[in-house]
């Protein structure tokens, strides 16, 4: 168990912590869930570049970080959906395209091989977590405000929420297309392992 690797499960016990204080309507865990998911975020960058730096690349680590990440959105898309921020719909799509995607690569590792993402499902991971610290940062933003008793016009601007909608449309579209993306470029793949 390497310092990556650790990194990795830390990422994945942090998603339900966040989870669990961003759902409590309350200013000091509204901002504690986002220095969580940010340092839960931060580790996938951490981890990465100490694997490639010391040469310590394991097929755990090729199975799990990106397991992680998964884990880490799809916790906060969750979130999002039971405070009715985005809708359901999308955040169906996006989580099926994760889950589907993980489990053919369980099933390839089952069978010895291990997949790697692409570059473009490593673009999507970064556009996800982009966009969730974007929304992120405006429901702290409009919490403290609130809780102020301080009334920001922007907060309740209908064109900041669509700002936010076509963010997670935008989000949703790139990650079904990289899904698609990683079973043209690993069909060989799996059709071995769906034999």
Known sequence: MNTPNKLTLTRIILSPIFMIFF????VYCRALSLVIFTFAALTDLWDGYLARKYGIITNFGKFMDPL????????AF??????????????LLIIIREFFITGLRSLAAYRGLVI??????????????????????????KTITGALG???EIFEST???QVFEWMMMITMIITVLTGIDYLIKNAAILKTVLK
């Open 150 to 152: 301080v009334g920001v």
């Open 159 to 161: 064109l900041l929420v």
């Open 68 to 75: 992680a990440d998964k884990i880490l959105t799809s916790t």
């Open 78 to 91: 969750i979130s999002f959906l039971a405070l009715g921020y985005v809708k359901a719909w999308v955040v």
């Open 23 to 26: 759902l409590m309507d309350n």
């Open 116 to 141: 790697m993402p692409t570059a473009s499902a490593r673009l999507k991971t970064v556009l996800q977590m982009t966009t969730i610290v974007a929304i992120l940062l405006y429901i702290n933003a």
